[in-house]
């Protein structure tokens, strides 16, 4: 570790050239261990893997305020880009991929969405997933077994044990991935050293945990099971920065898939640990290569004046294993200019399949009448409607006309009424979407027809539940029901007015 560190402190310190080294320590048991069964070296080869984790079901860019990045489509962007630089890239996902937060709307609606994932992902060109017991969708482990997801510690209940590992080979570059899911009240580092250990069972370029498990997990994974390069893991409390582990290091991603941790790496054996280097190191690796690459007959030369600068730059000798990682934002410079073919298509597609599920559900009656919708309400609450004019909720749809979003089943669903359910609405025609737009008074006290205030209908209960619906984790994270029930303007006036009479 000491030496690891120290190595990639003296690279950073590029200009003190040979500067004296204090006496160092010696070895922490592990690594003198480590290095003793270090494998043989080999010759340098170059990869990237891209790493995504907690899509948690996001389809879409997100509709969010704050970073409104992510998507299959600029995902497959992305893929593309890093694929068409000649480095071998793989792509993989440490788990919790399938299955959406709240807003799922019933056991139909999560199988399509899991298999619409499933889909898109292997359009974008994903390579290899880990399996959460979170992305158990209707139809149980044979689904997730007949798609290939990867556990080394988790037999589904009910199911046979998945597959643990397995072996992506790109332009002659072999990846081990080896998937570990969290166990939640089960939490067993011990038995996941175990199988990470016995899933290692043929020789690759780089063996590496895909993991959604616990942080205790994942160190005790990192750092003991020998011959394993890294571990990918979905978002916990340090996916800011990779982090250094006595073993392995830990590189973690931000969940929903917004950002995709994109690790540069180069190899010099099949057993050690990955050393991260920062991105100063990491370009002057591959300048140094480039000129290698480069020199032809000079060669030697340049050989000789790169084995100089070997201290310096780790990634330059073999026998070492380095990686530079980055967090790419998914923005608006990765939108595809092609939206007719690919991810695109099958986007569309997924979005076609949505509105016909929900056309088959608001085609069922309401319980009572349905909707009534907005302007109908106008008549004998004309106070509240005014206020209620000035509410967020009352734009809704201008939020959406303004990203051209207005006929995006995935995002008209929270900025309108009735998307979907019994009485309410799903065809996305203008005409048809104009009596449902924005949240309106519906949208919170439930479908009202035939409600006069004497005595017949009266409002469904106004709850926290109520909110988060749409207020969910993915699209309102600063949601506090307190505070945000406050603002209502049918809240401030409560009490102050009452119905026209
Ligand atoms: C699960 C429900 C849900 C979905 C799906 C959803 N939104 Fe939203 N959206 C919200 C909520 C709730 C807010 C308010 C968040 C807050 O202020 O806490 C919001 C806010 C926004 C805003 C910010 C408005 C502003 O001016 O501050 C935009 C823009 C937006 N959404 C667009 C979209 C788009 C585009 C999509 C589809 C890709 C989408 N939303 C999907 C619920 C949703
Ligand atoms: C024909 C007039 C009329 C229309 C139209 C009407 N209301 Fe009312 N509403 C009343 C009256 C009168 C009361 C007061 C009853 C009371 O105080 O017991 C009332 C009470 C309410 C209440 C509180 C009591 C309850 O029933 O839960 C809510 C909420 C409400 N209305 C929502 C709506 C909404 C939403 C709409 C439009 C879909 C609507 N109203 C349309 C007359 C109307
Ligand atoms: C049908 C979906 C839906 C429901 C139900 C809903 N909201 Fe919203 N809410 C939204 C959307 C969408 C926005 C963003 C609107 C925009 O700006 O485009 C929003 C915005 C808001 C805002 C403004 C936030 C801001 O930053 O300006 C508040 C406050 C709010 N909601 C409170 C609530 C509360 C409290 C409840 C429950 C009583 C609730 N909402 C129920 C969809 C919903
Ligand atoms: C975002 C959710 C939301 C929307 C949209 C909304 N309301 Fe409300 N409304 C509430 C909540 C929460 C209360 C409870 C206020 C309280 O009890 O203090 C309430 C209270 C009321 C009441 C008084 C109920 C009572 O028992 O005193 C009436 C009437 C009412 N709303 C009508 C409307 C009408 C009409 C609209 C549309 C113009 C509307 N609401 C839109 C959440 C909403």
Not at 12 to 39: F, H, I, M, V
Not at 322 to 348: C, M
Not at 432 to 452: I, K, L, N, S, Y
Request: with cysteine.
């Amino acid at each position: 570790m000491f030496a690891l560190l120290l190595a990639t402190i003296t690279a950073c310190n590029q200009d003190s050239g040979s500067r004296e080294l204090p006496e160092l320590p010696p070895l922490p048991p592990l690594l003198a261990e480590r290095a003793s069964t270090a494998g043989p070296e080999r010759p340098i080869r170059e990869l990237i893997v891209a790493l995504t984790g907690s899509v948690r079901g996001e389809v879409e860019v997100c509709g969010c305020p704050t970073t409104p990045y992510g998507g299959f489509e600029r995902r497959g962007v992305l893929y593309g880009q890093l694929r068409s630089h000649g480095v071998p890239t793989f792509a993989v996902d440490a788990g919790e991929m399938l299955v959406k937060g709240l807003t799922a709307r019933d056991e139909v609606d999560r199988r399509l969405r899991a298999e619409a994932v499933l889909d898109l992902a292997a359009a974008a060109g994903l390579d290899a997933w880990a399996a959460s017991p979170l992305d158990l969708p209707p139809g149980g482990p044979a689904f997730l077994q007949e798609h290939g997801a990867l556990s080394a510690n988790w037999v589904p209940e009910g199911g046979a044990p998945l597959a643990a590992a397995r072996v992506v080979e790109h332009e002659g570059v072999r990846l081990g991935v080896i998937g570990l899911s969290d166990l939640p009240g089960a939490d067993d580092p011990d038995g996941a050293v175990r199988a990470v250990t016995a899933a290692m069972t043929e020789p690759v370029d780089l063996w590496v945990a895909l993991s959604n498990a616990s942080e205790a997990v994942n160190r005790a994974v990192a750092e003991g099971v020998p011959g394993l390069g890294a571990v990918l893991a979905t978002q916990g409390e340090s996916h800011d920065e990779p982090l250094a582990t006595h073993g392995a290091p830990i590189i973690e991603v931000a969940a929903r898939g917004r950002y995709v941790s994109v690790l540069h790496l180069t190899l010099g054996t099949d057993s050690r640990p990955v050393e991260l280097v920062n991105r100063g190191v990491w370009k002057d690796v591959a300048l140094a290569r480039g000129r290698l690459a480069s020199a032809g007959e000079g060669a030697a030369v340049v050989g000789a004046e790169l084995e100089r600068d070997a201290a310096r730059l780790p990634g330059l000798t073999t026998g070492r294993n380095v990686a530079f990682v980055e967090s790419v934002p998914l923005d608006a410079g990765y939108a595809p200019t092609d939206r007719g073919s690919g991810v695109s298509a099958r986007l569309e597609g997924f979005r076609q399949s949505v509105l016909s599920s929900a056309a088959a559900a608001s085609a069922r009656p309401a319980p009572e009448g349905g909707y009534a919708t907005g302007s109908s309400c106008a008549g004998c609450h004309s106070d509240r409607m005014a206020s209620w004019g000035f509410d967020a909720h009352a734009h809704a749809m201008a939020s959406l006309i303004h990203r051209d979003a207005q006929t995006n089943p995935e995002c008209v669903a929270c900025h309108s009424t009735g998307f979907g359910r019994p009485g309410g609405f799903a065809e996305l025609k203008p005409e048809r979407v104009e009596a449902f737009r924005d949240v309106q008074c519906e949208a919170c006290h439930g479908p009202m027809a035939g409600h006069d205030g004497r005595g017949g209908k009266s409002s469904a209960p106004v709850t926290e539940a109520t909110c988060r619906t749409c207020h969910d984790e993915a699209n309102s994270p600063k949601f506090d029901y307190g505070a945000y029930r406050s603002q209502l303007s049918c809240v401030r006036v409560s009490g102050q007015s009452e119905p026209d009479r």
